[in-house]
Structures are given as structure tokens and as C-alpha cells.
């Protein structure tokens, strides 16, 4: 009797050992007691750390973290694009801010079309007539003016001071350097003050952007939409072609939201609601996988992929059709998200062979690297989170950069669908609720992202990466909740990525078998074949049991934890 006791006893730990899900992964990233910012550079996370101990609060390290990444990463930290935030307050109250760039006044649905209809090549992706009217500058007076504890002159002091000192240049700032240099050049007219042949090592003051960044110290929005530096940008983008007049930028506002929330089993996922499709995209996927024990089938495994990509297929169809701006377009939420609906939907998912997207031929729409947004996360000692995605879409946006004012602008117009059925520079094709109008925002796939566990929060996580964005996010969760992994396991393990059109399946270059990708081939599922670009680059933080909190900074970039 004793011993069946014993046994009974031990098989119970045993069972509880085995099944717990709660057991946390042991961290392998930096690791916290109070607070901690992750952004894709040193100086960056640095600055933003440098503000949470000075006894700013997590919004007052966004505004720091999001000026000095466009002095140290302005191949998408900006001044002339825009972003999306998502926060959660040490309280539990959750919200979402809007600065993503809009079309100007005078844009028309057919702008970048020529007289036979058809898209004029490059004109919504390179130069002054691929600028939307930037956001950034906004969005951080509005998180400033609603949440920040510091003044804007603490808080913006060391980012200008950066600028002023200068940065060093990595090994691979300086590959992007050499990578973009001819488009930069040949779009600026064959010279610019842009220090695009600087090696690594060099260390690189910026005095002209150093000026601009004063001026939104001392006065705030007006020190960006009005004024010197509005007539000297307005001016700049016009003489180039462009479409921005200064009464574009006067008028422009960031806008708060209501976060997109869902529950997946015991998670409760809070994501960017539209002009972004990242929450609601988010939440399709991850609706249409929970009735799936998807941890027994193992990380990256072949049911894995086949269960991830048919939700995505089916997520992101929907994303490109029904998906748009909500100031402008009625979004038919409560049916996309609602169970009835996600269920009807993967009724055709069979583990037996891959769903074909559509008759439309794959290999005629490239799939670009795009790394070129950026994201970071940052939880302060008080436990507020802020999940912040910003982007000048592609790198170094536009390629036109103003030499008297020290910063590059967006090339976020190409985000709009500039024709039905035409795919953009991500592959990814639109419809009419993404067409183009005055003052609309562009359809995003940002997806600056929080997770709850238990009721407090677990995880703040988002990536670059354009339309692969949005599976990255959801793999870097999957991999932390269904295969717990650490944190920074969950965001080094390889990615793969589908879309619905281009009707393929992408993986990264290391960490896929031909085995699996043959099984898969053999199942009806086209492989990229070609060239495997990384995918996303993601920073994330998550709080451990005891609250302390593990930093995920990309292996892939220069992206680095700092916190205290
Ligand atoms: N520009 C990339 C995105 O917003 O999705």
C-alpha cells in the first residue's frame, strides 16, 4: 500500500512535470529586474534605458528610443515616415496610436496610373512622388502630450546630443550603406550630404538632423509641421515632383485607437487594429490554429508549417480584399473575426495536400527582403509596455533625402493599392477598400503586438519585415508559448512565411531540411526556390514569473537589449 503510494505520488509529479505548460522556458537573452528596452540598435536601446532610470516612464522611452534610432538606423528609424503603437499600462489598460503616414490632399485614386491605365513603374516606390505625408513627428507629440512624465527637452537632450557626437558605423550599417548607395545617389541627383560611403568604425555626426531635432524641442509639433521646417520640407519634396504641400503637414494627426484583442487558449493577444492588418490578420491566423494541438506536432515540423500556412492563406486573402483604412472604408470586422466564420474557413484545410490560392500564376510577383521597418519594445519599472513599429517602408524609403534638413522620407504611398489586382513592392496584391484618396491612410501590416498571460502581461513583441511581419509575430508567440522556448530562442528560431499570393511558401535560408521541404513539395505546397531572404527581425520582451524580464533582440541585425 505504501509503495503504491510512492508511486502514485511520483507518477503525479511526473504528470504534472510533463503537462505543465506553465514551467518558463530558462531565459537565454539579458535578463532584467526592472526594466528594459529592445530596439535594432545599441544607442537606441541605450538613450530609452538612459530615460526609463532618469524616472521617465515607458512612453517618455518611446519618444527617446524612436528619435535616436532615426540618428542611428535611418535605414527605417524616421522623422519622415510613420509607425503604429500599442500599449499596455501598468493597470491593465490597453491602446493603440496611429502615426502612419496619409496620402495628400491632391492625390487621386489613379495617380501613379498612366493614360492606358496600367502602373507607372517606380513612381509609387522611388522619389518625392512615392511620399506620403510623414507621421512620426506627431505620433510622438501625442504619446508625449497623453502619457509623459519628463519634458520633451530631457527626453529629446541625449538624442541630440547623439547626433551632435555621432555614431559608429557596423559592420553591416555599412553593407546597407554600400547596398543602397547608387539608388540613393541617382535619386538625390547624383550627390548628397548622406554619408553613404562611410566604412565601419567611422563614426558619423549628423549636425544638419541635429538642428531639425532641436526645433521639435523647442516647439513641439510645430516644430515639424509648421514653419521653417515645414516650408524647407514641403518646398524640397515639390521641387522633386512630389505632392506634400505645407498645408499637408499642418494638417496631419496622429490618431489613437482601439486595439485589436483576442483570446488564443489562455493568451489574451492585443495587436494594431486597422489602418493596420496586423491585429485583425493576427487574430485569424491564430483563431483558425487553436482547435489544433499544435505543440505535440513540434516546432517548424511538417504539420506545423501545413496547419500555419493554410491559416495565413486564408488570413491574408482576406487581409488584401477586405482590409483598409476605417476612416475611410467599412471593415466587415465582426464577421472576419467572428468563430462561425474562422471555422467555415479552414473547413477545406486538409493535413493531405495544400489548398491552391488561386489561378493566378506565382513567379510573376517577386517577394522583396524587406527589413527595412523597425520595431522595439520597452517595459518600465513600473510595468508599463509599449510595442512600437515604425517604418519609412522601403529602405531608406523613398531614397530622397533632404540635405538641409538631415533625413530621408517615406516611400509609403507604394502601401496603398495604386491598382486593384496589381501587387506592391511586398508581393501583395489589393483591392478597392486599399485604394488611394485624399488624407486616407495606406494599408500596414505593422503589428506591434502585447500578450497577457494569466491576466498580466507576458510578452511585448513586433518585427520588421513588410508582409512577412505579421507571420513573424505569430511564430515568435507560437514558438514561446506552444514549444517554450525562452525568449530570445523564440525570436532567433528560423522563420517561414506565406501570403496567400504569391501562391508560395518561403523559408530562411538555415534551419528547414530538403527532407521537410520535399514532403511538403509532394503535397502540393510550392517552395521559394530562389533566394531566401532573412525574415523579419524581431524585438521582444518577456516577463518572467518573478517579474524580471528577458530581453529577444534579433540575432539576424545589430538589435540589442539594454535595461537595468
Ligand atoms: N510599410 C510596410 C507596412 O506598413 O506594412
Redesign the pocket.
Same mark, same amino acid.
Given at each position: 500500500m505504501k509503495s503504491y503510494t510512492k508511486l502514485l505520488s511520483i507518477g503525479f509529479t511526473l504528470l504534472l512535470f510533463v503537462g505543465c505548460k506553465t514551467l518558463p522556458a530558462t531565459p537565454t537573452g539579458l535578463v532584467t529586474e526592472k526594466a528594459m528596452v529592445v530596439s535594432a540598435r545599441e544607442e537606441a536601446s541605450s538613450i530609452g534605458s538612459e530615460i526609463l532610470k532618469k524616472g521617465g516612464n515607458a512612453f517618455d522611452a518611446m519618444v527617446a528610443t524612436e528619435m535616436a534610432l532615426v540618428v542611428a538606423y535611418p535605414f527605417a528609424g524616421n522623422l519622415g515616415g510613420g509607425g503604429f503603437m500599442v500599449y499596455r499600462k501598468a493597470d491593465g489598460t490597453t491602446g493603440a496610436l496611429d502615426y502612419?503616414e496619409k496620402a495628400p490632399l491632391s492625390a487621386t485614386k489613379d495617380m501613379y496610373l498612366d493614360s492606358l491605365g496600367n502602373v507607372i513603374p517606380n513612381m509609387s516606390t522611388v522619389g518625392a512622388t512615392a511620399v506620403g505625408v510623414p507621421g512620426t513627428v506627431a505620433g510622438m507629440i501625442a504619446v508625449h502630450e497623453k502619457f509623459g512624465k519628463l519634458s520633451l527637452k530631457e527626453i529629446l537632450s541625449p538624442v541630440i546630443a547623439l547626433a551632435q557626437d555621432g555614431i559608429v558605423v557596423t559592420e553591416k550599417q555599412a553593407e546597407r550603406f554600400k547596398a543602397y548607395r547608387d539608388e540613393i545617389l541617382a535619386v538625390n541627383g547624383g550627390a548628397t550630404t548622406f554619408p553613404i560611403d562611410a566604412e565601419p568604425g567611422d563614426i558619423l555626426k549628423y549636425s544638419v538632423l541635429a538642428k531639425t531635432l532641436q526645433r521639435i524641442s523647442d516647439k513641439g509639433r510645430d516644430g515639424f509641421y509648421k514653419g521653417e521646417t515645414a516650408k524647407i520640407l514641403s518646398a524640397f519634396i515639390q521641387q522633386n515632383g512630389g505632392f506634400v504641400t505645407e498645408k499637408d503637414l499642418e494638417k496631419y494627426q496622429a490618431k489613437w485607437r482601439t486595439p485589436v484583442a483576442f483570446a488564443y487558449k489562455d493568451l489574451r493577444i492585443i495587436s494594431m487594429s486597422p489602418p %493596420?492588418?496586423g491585429g485583425i490578420t493576427l487574430n485569424q491566423i491564430f483563431r483558425m490554429m487553436e482547435p489544433y494541438k499544435v505543440s505535440k506536432y513540434g516546432h517548424n515540423s511538417e504539420k506545423e508549417i501545413q496547419l500555419f500556412t493554410e491559416a495565413a492563406r486564408r488570413a491574408y486573402a482576406d487581409r488584401n480584399y477586405y482590409l483598409g483604412d476605417p476612416d475611410f472604408v467599412t471593415i466587415p470586422k465582426e464577421v472576419l473575426l467572428s468563430d462561425v466564420y474562422l471555422k467555415k474557413r479552414m473547413e477545406s484545410f486538409s493535413f493531405k495536400k495544400a489548398t491552391k490560392s488561386s489561378a493566378i500564376q506565382e513567379g510573376n510577383v517577386q517577394m522583396a527582403e %524587406?527589413m527595412?521597418?523597425t520595431h522595439y519594445s520597452i517595459v518600465d519599472n513600473e510595468g508599463n509596455a509599449v510595442s512600437v513599429t515604425t517604418?519609412l517602408?522601403g529602405a531608406y524609403g523613398s531614397k530622397l533625402y533632404s540635405d538641409e534638413l538631415g533625413f530621408f522620407l517615406n516611400n509609403?504611398m507604394?502601401?496603398f493599392s495604386a491598382k486593384a489586382g496589381v501587387p506592391n513592392m511586398?508581393g501583395l496584391i489589393g483591392a478597392e477598400a486599399n485604394s488611394i484618396a485624399p488624407e486616407k491612410r495606406?494599408?500596414?501590416?505593422?503589428t506591434p503586438t502585447l500578450v497577457e498571460k494569466d491576466g498580466k502581461l507576458w510578452m511585448v513583441v513586433g518585427t520588421p519585415g513588410?508582409?512577412t511581419?505579421i507571420t513573424a509575430v505569430a511564430q515568435t508567440i507560437l514558438n514561446a508559448y506552444e514549444f517554450d522556448m525562452s525568449m530570445q530562442k523564440a525570436v532567433d528560431a528560423p522563420r517561414f512565411h506565406h501570403q496567400w499570393l504569391p501562391d508560395v511558401v518561403m523559408f530562411e535560408p538555415l534551419g528547414f531540411s530538403d527532407k521537410l521541404k520535399d514532403d511538403l513539395k509532394s503535397k502540393g505546397y510550392n517552395i521559394n526556390e530562389d533566394r531566401t531572404p532573412i525574415i523579419g527581425k524581431v524585438n521582444a520582451i518577456r516577463v518572467l514569473p518573478n517579474g524580471h524580464l528577458e530581453g529577444g533582440a534579433d540575432r539576424r541585425g545589430d538589435d540589442t537589449a539594454v535595461g537595468f
Open positions: 502612419r %493596420s492588418s %524587406s527595412e521597418t517604418t517602408n509609403e507604394d502601401d511586398f495606406m494599408l500596414s501590416s505593422m513588410g508582409s511581419i
